[in-house]
């Protein structure tokens, strides 16, 4: 386990605001990690304690087995790619890119061979003259990756890079982040709200809310086993019922009981139970578990969404198979779809969720 | 760090220093018993009394209020308008207009005046209170379009063409939807004009007929003769209201509800 | 767009042509000209006469000198007022516009009860055993007086253009390796170039052509070239000549314009 920046028991307050709580976190090499959370969850302190633009209040950011807690940003071997790119304005394209490899005194034939270089990776030959304003959001945000990665940083900061991009472009650049992240073979921590974002690119996703993290896992992880409910409901859509484990392998929601695979939860608890759309099977009436009708229907291309109401809850269902709005069904889940989460006791409990 | 900061700090009470100086002088003369202010007399308020029995000075008063409150009036309602034609005009004309308006800003306030002295000798106006009052809206109209213009380019168009949709008179429109966007703007600049205005002695030395005076002028022509100490209390006065209206207008509400919104 | 639109800049037009256009035009006339109306251009050549060419030459250096100092003094103030984080952008002008509400010409004045020989600064220096200051009735009186009164027309622009440079812009340089001093270099005073610029136009234009501080500060005896316009105009009644050597400091003045025009593109100035 080569962990490249370690970041421990951080806290950070902003004018009595605690952004972060006691914050644990390790970042490997080469790994595609992401921050991931509503705005506010901290998600950005965190990115900046790394870079050096914030100190934090308490705890250590250590880089490569060295405390780098409060080294100044210009001796970090990391580079940061600015949310709204922050291009100097006042230097063509070319002066931008070199901008790092003069402060090093770099030989001019060498930062002329970066420009090209970093230009051909983001596919932007030839715009060594233009200057910033007169090119797109896309264009500049590619630009804003170039200067940061000519001074082949160990660790690329991204914040919310695509973030003022409009969707089709945001899908492309998603792909070109992933090819430039395997060309380059550094580690990039990315910073977004966009689940869709963290769940295409990321390694390891960090989700995360009020300043504390909430669950770590790959994308899979993430998705198909939420470890609380605000993960389950930030991730995707979700169906997210009170529900009662009546002993193992065996769960009450909505007074009818489905079997399922978790264990270990004691008899008679009270769980909040996570169903994914999709993994809502839609059957005849006297096959399903419980019993409701279709009450709303739109089509969405790849499936239809439908609400489905039973025993009183709205069901959000996904279904590649049409059900007319009225028509009566039965609801079957398969044990393995059906994912168990704890109650949470408290608020705060709720927030701390897993620390690692 | 903190080395740096009380640095910072020291730097900026010094800079404070020696602006608001000599204005903590003029308080300090105002109350000085002796005549002169070369030295001090003691303490006293005297001079306070008499301004009221001075109408020369209370005369000047009044025309530089007057003349500062009406320049600024009509150079906001001019400037104004002329911004909402401004930042319909095509780019040249915009460019264009926009150049006259920075002459007057530009230029050196004695050019201004001995231009503005030969234009009322040449049309033959008798120089005076009207002539004073021309100079000033004159001058004061490009700080009304400079402080109005940025708002105006912040302005949404469309917000003015939904008033429109929804069935608003052009004129009813500006006044609901456009007015109440660029109405900081116009008061900025109005209280710009109004300060311009009062502190003005240039423009207005060269405009002045025989018999007119404002307190500027008046302070000029006292220069050889030595300033009247009633001269230091009006301004300590002035100053003083000036700043509790600002303390009042900070403490109010509105103000108070800014300050807590940070 | 609309023509009543157009229209509501009829006031303005007007008035800028009369006030503005017109008035500008007389100077010139009078400039070229002579007493007869003769086109001459021996008003514009008096600038070459001894004391002439001293009062201007003098105008130059004190507000040349006076517009440096201002900027050195202002560009450390207008940094330190933007990272203060005083969100009230409006209350950092209000303390600047501020002593305007005291007469210019008495706080000028008050420099002479602060500097004179027996004066409050040469009291507390004499009370501290310092050598004491003599310079009320000289040309630094002068360049004290253009500095504390022009000031703050350095200081407002300056700040202006600092406080909106993007904050991640600054950032950026730090993290692609610049120091403070190299991002101070590279960055900053590059992007506050139209600040730069606003701020020394509107301290040097009336530094070099101000009568009123000159008078106050600089005794009777010391005479720039805004004297010897004003003297032209309120005593001596040779409108002709005063004309002609207005149209000679205009031409630094529209130097000045012209340096501003290439630098500060926007058309609005970055003076409010």
Not at chain 2, 141 to 152: A, C, E, K, N, T
Request: negative net charge; contains cysteine.
């Amino acid at each position: 386990m080569n962990k490249l920046i370690d970041l421990q028991h951080i806290t950070k307050t902003f004018d009595s605001n605690t952004v972060l709580d006691d914050m644990n976190l390790y970042i490997r090499e080469n790994e595609f990690l992401t921050l991931l959370g509503p705005s506010g969850c901290g998600k950005t302190t965190t990115l900046r304690i790394i870079g050096g633009f914030e100190n934090p209040d308490s705890g250590s950011v250590i880089f490569d087995g060295q405390d780098i807690t409060s080294l100044a940003p210009n001796k970090r071997q990391v580079n940061t790619v600015f949310q709204k790119y922050a291009l100097f304005p006042h230097m063509d394209i070319a002066e931008n890119i070199a901008f790092g490899l003069k402060i090093k005194n770099k030989s001019k034939s060498y930062i002329d061979d970066k420009i090209k270089y970093a230009l051909k990776l983001v596919n932007l030959d030839g715009y060594e003259r233009r200057m910033p304003d007169s090119l797109s959001g896309g264009q500049q945000q590619r630009i804003a990756i170039a200067r940061a990665i000519v001074n082949e940083p160990k660790v690329l900061l991204l914040d919310e890079p695509l973030g003022a991009l409009d969707l089709k472009l945001r899908q492309d650049m998603q792909y070109e982040l992933i090819r430039l992240k395997n060309e380059l073979g550094i580690t990039f921590i990315y910073v977004t709200h966009d689940q869709e974002e963290a769940l295409t690119m990321s390694d390891t996703i960090v989700v995360m809310n009020q300043g504390y993290i909430q669950q770590i896992g790959t994308p899979e992880d993430i998705y198909n086993e939420p470890e609380n409910a605000f993960v389950a409901d930030f991730i995707g859509d979700s169906n997210i019922l009170d529900s009662i484990m009546i002993r193992d392998e065996l769960v009450e929601i909505l007074g009818a009981r489905f079997a399922c695979v978790d264990t270990g939860f004691g008899e008679n608890t009270p769980v909040d139970v996570v169903i994914r759309p999709e993994d809502v099977e839609l059957v005849e009436p006297e096959n399903g578990t419980i019993e409701g009708v279709v009450t709303h229907i739109i089509f969405k291309g790849v499936h239809y969404e439908m609400e489905v109401t039973a025993n009183g809850f709205e069901w959000l269902v996904h279904s590649t198979r049409m059900f007319a709005v009225g028509t009566k069904v039965g609801i079957h889940v398969d044990p393995f779809n059906i994912q168990i989460m704890h109650k949470p006791e408290s608020e705060d409990e709720e927030a701390v969720g897993v620390n690692e | 760090m903190k080395a740096k900061t009380t640095l910072q700090k020291l730097y900026i009470s010094l800079i404070f220093l020696f602006l608001y100086a000599p204005i903590a002088t003029l308080m300090v003369l105002s109350f000085n018993a002796s005549r002169t202010r070369a030295k001090w007399g003691g303490f006293t308020i005297k001079w306070y009394i008499s301004l009221f029995d001075n109408s020369a000075i209370l005369q000047a008063l009044y025309n530089t209020m007057l003349i500062a409150l009406l320049s600024a009036f009509f150079a906001t309602v001019i400037g104004t308008i002329a911004c909402i034609s401004i930042s319909a005009m095509k780019r040249r004309n915009r460019a264009i207009l926009m150049g006259i308006t920075n002459i007057p800003m530009l230029n050196a306030e004695i050019v201004t005046g001995i231009s503005l002295m030969l234009l009322f000798i040449t049309l033959g106006v008798k120089f005076g209170f009207i002539t004073i009052l021309l100079s000033h809206i004159t001058f004061n109209i490009p700080f009304v379009i400079l402080s109005v213009m940025p708002r105006m380019k912040q302005l949404n168009p469309s917000v003015y063409e939904a008033a429109l949709d929804l069935g608003a008179s052009h004129i009813y429109a500006f006044f609901k939807v456009v007015f109440p966007d660029i109405l900081p703007g116009v008061l900025s600049g109005f209280l710009m004009a109004f300060t311009m205005s009062l502190d003005d002695f240039i423009i207005t030395h060269f405009t002045k007929g025989p018999g007119v005076d404002t307190l500027s002028t008046k302070i000029y022509t006292e220069v050889k003769k030595g300033i009247k100490p009633e001269m230091y209390s009006l301004s300590t006065i002035i100053f003083v209201t000036v700043l509790i209206l600002l303390f009042l207008v900070n403490m109010s509400p509105e103000g108070k509800k800014k300050k807590e919104h940070k | 767009m609309s023509n009543g639109k157009k229209l509501l800049a009829c006031p303005y037009v007007i008035w800028s042509a009369v006030f503005i256009i017109i008035p500008l035009c007389m100077v010139f006339y009078y400039g070229l000209t002579d007493k007869s109306g003769a086109f001459t251009m021996a008003n514009i050549a008096a600038i070459a006469t001894a004391e002439h060419a001293k009062a201007l030459w003098l105008s130059i250096l004190l507000s040349l000198i006076s517009t440096v100092i201002c900027f050195l003094l202002a560009y450390p103030l207008a940094m330190i007022l933007c990272n203060l984080n005083v969100n009230q952008h409006s209350f950092i002008v209000l303390v600047f516009i501020l002593p305007m509400w005291m007469n210019f010409l008495l706080r000028t004045l008050a420099w002479q009860t602060l500097l004179e020989k027996t004066g409050v600064i040469n009291n507390i220096l004499g009370f501290l055993h310092l050598p004491t200051l003599n310079i009320i009735n000289t040309p630094y009186a002068i360049i004290l007086g253009m500095v504390y009164n022009f000031l703050p027309f350095m200081v407002l622009p300056l700040y202006n253009v600092l406080v909106k440079i993007d904050k991640n812009v600054i950032n950026a340089a730090r993290d692609l390796g610049a120091n403070s001093i190299q991002t101070f270099f590279k960055v900053i005073l590059p992007l506050s170039v139209p600040g730069i610029i606003s701020g020394i136009t509107m301290v040097f234009v009336p530094a070099l052509t101000t009568f009123v501080i000159s008078t106050l500060l600089g005794g009777s005896k010391i005479l720039l070239i805004g004297n010897v316009i004003e003297q032209e105009f309120t005593q001596t009644g040779n409108w002709n000549l005063g004309s002609g050597l207005s149209i000679v400091l205009m031409l630094f003045i529209i130097i000045n314009m012209v340096a501003t025009a290439i630098f500060d593109k926007e058309g609005t100035g970055t003076a409010l």
